[in-house]
């Protein structure tokens, strides 16, 4: 079983809240302050009974939008399409809520206005069943009227009669949901314009987040050169290498000697001629790990066999230099040396649902016992590296198999460098 370390893996951008409430309560209190203005320049009043229910218009937009915001932060590291898509649905509904709030709280200050507007001008205002706004006018008791006329009014001996006029006719069909519509519209665009000043508040956000991606990616690049550089010089290696070197002249074996200087000096050319803060195409990472093992197997010329399994479309792929050497290493390490028998180690390259996956395998007895399953410098150096390189995008987990030990890359397909 693979064990994957999950322990230090970044968290995503989030926007503060601070930020985002900010954002909320501005926008909903530059509405009431614009709407409220309008209504003064309509020659409306300024008093209390509209302006607690445009307060409480505003504070279920306040709610809403907080509700629109917890939806949409959950697609924060989503693509800008979908962000946008998102925002587009998610407002349609709210709008529409804010829009119905607005019509059933101002409805009975509509009614004021209309009794207002009969009683300057001394006439009646009333609905009839059918829901037309009927105007009633009275005719002053010294006007005398027709027969023909007569049927127009209404009222008897008694009273005055009175003009009967159909201010305006009740909505029907699709007319009775336009004033809804319109005030949903005008919501829609007002949560439209919040939901943009929220993605570009966490575009900023992101971008920062990407800046100190690159400082930590710089910082952890150096850091690698050294860490780095201690590899390519490993005191135990270069000492069981320096031994073996040893042995092989005094034994006379002067060809095999000469095999394993030429096999270091290849390795040691290859890997101190890379920029370790640079990526490289996988086959030249290949390529200098062969350098490494054909070492190893002047020392274990009977037990180590490799092999390379690089498919040709992904030998441009670019991977961070040298992050192949520790679980090579590892493998040799703990695969190959504390054994008499063969042991194979298979360096492969794979593309899995768009990403570039690297194992490590060999068939050896794998970690001994106690080891934290190889996440010790080793494999620590490299989930630094990647990890500061990519961020969320990469992983590395390594375990115990059933025939062995595996370690395993999983990084984002690149086949071109990053400028």
Not at 374 to 384: E, H, S, T, W, Y
Request: proline share 5%; aromatic share 8%.
């Amino acid at each position: 079983m693979i064990a994957t370390d999950t322990s230090s893996q970044p968290k995503a951008v989030r926007l503060p809240f601070r930020y985002v409430a900010g954002s909320i309560l501005g926008l909903w209190a530059v509405y009431f302050l614009l709407i409220t203005a309008r209504g003064q320049l309509m020659g409306m009043e300024l008093d209390a009974d509209l302006l607690w229910r445009r307060g409480a218009v505003c504070l279920v937009g306040i709610a809403l939008t907080f509700v629109m915001w917890i939806i949409l932060r959950l697609f924060d590291n989503a693509k800008t399409w979908l962000k946008i898509v998102v925002a587009l649905i998610i407002a349609l509904p709210a709008a529409v809520m804010i829009a119905q709030v607005n019509q059933t709280l101002f409805a009975a200050v509509e009614d004021k206005m209309y009794k207002k507007f009969a009683d300057e001008r001394g006439v009646s205002l009333r609905r009839d069943e059918a829901g037309n706004l009927l105007v009633e006018i009275p005719q002053p008791r010294d006007w005398r009227v027709t027969e023909d006329e007569e049927a127009a009014t209404e009222g008897g001996e008694d009273q005055p009669p009175v003009y009967t006029f159909t201010l305006e006719k009740a909505k029907e069909g699709y007319a009775r949901w336009l004033p809804l519509v319109d005030a949903a519209l005008s919501r829609y665009y007002l949560l439209l314009t919040w939901a943009a000043l929220y993605l570009a508040m966490l575009a900023g956000a992101l971008a920062r987040a990407a800046e100190r991606r690159g400082e930590r990616f710089r910082t952890a690049a150096k850091a690698a050169e050294l860490r780095s550089l201690r590899y390519q010089v490993n005191p135990h290696f270069l000492f069981n290498t320096l031994n073996s070197l040893s042995s092989l002249v005094m034994t006379g074996k002067s060809e095999r000697a000469e095999e394993m200087i030429q096999a270091m000096s290849n390795f040691y050319r290859h890997s101190l001629a890379d920029d370790t803060t640079a990526d490289v195409p996988l086959v030249d990472e290949f390529e200098l790990q062969k350098h490494y093992l054909d070492i190893e197997k002047l020392r274990f010329p009977e037990r180590l066999k490799v092999e390379f399994i690089l498919p040709r479309q992904l030998e441009s792929c670019r991977v961070p230099g040298m992050i192949l050497q520790p679980l090579i290493e590892n493998a040799v390490k703990y695969g190959v040396a504390p054994v008499s028998r063969p042991v194979r180690i298979t360096i492969s390259a794979d593309e899995e649902f768009d990403r570039l996956v690297i194992r490590v395998a060999d068939d050896g007895p794998g970690v001994p016992k106690g080891t934290r399953h190889g996440f010790g410098i080793g494999l620590a150096n490299v989930k630094d590296r990647i990890e500061a390189r990519f961020g969320r995008d990469a992983a590395i987990a390594a375990g115990p198999v059933e025939d062995g030990y595996v370690s395993e890359l999983r990084l984002p397909l690149q086949r071109k460098a990053e400028h």
